[in-house]
């Protein structure tokens, strides 16, 4: 098993910036690809941001392209969002994920593991 533990999230202004951080534990963090979700009011959970093993190959929603860093630390078991030039429409509950394979994906159901998620407001 995998525990995934967000935090850094709250309250901005738009315009501002928020960093997040993923601590995973539990099982081997080696070779496993981590995404960044977020999910406003609503069903449906949409990506933000995927980081392979390596750091080497990163993915951004258009959305976020530009203004979103992911990014990781391996010895500390760490992956960070860095958020830039929030938006309100960025408000949401952001999700760290973990996938079993290294293969960067957008698709959450292909994710294994899942943290409990840490809010993101960004007032206007």
């Known amino acids: 098993q995998v525990q995934l533990v967000e935090s850094g999230g709250g309250l901005v202004q738009a315009g501002g910036s928020l960093r997040l951080s993923c601590a995973a534990f539990g099982r081997t963090f080696n070779n496993r690809v981590m995404g960044w979700f977020r999910q406003a009011p609503g069903p449906e959970r949409e990506f933000v941001a995927a980081i392979s093993w390596s750091g080497d190959s990163t993915y951004y929603a258009d959305r976020v392209k530009g203004r979103f860093t992911v990014s990781r630390d391996n010895a500390k078991n760490v992956v960070y969002l860095q958020m830039n030039s929030l938006k309100p429409e960025d408000t949401a509950v952001y999700y760290c994920?973990?996938?079993?394979?290294?293969?960067?994906?957008?698709?959450?159901?292909?994710?294994?593991?899942w943290g409990q998620g840490t809010q993101v407001t960004v007032s206007s």
């Open positions: 994920a973990a996938r079993t394979r290294d293969i960067l994906s957008m698709r959450p159901h292909e994710y294994d593991y």
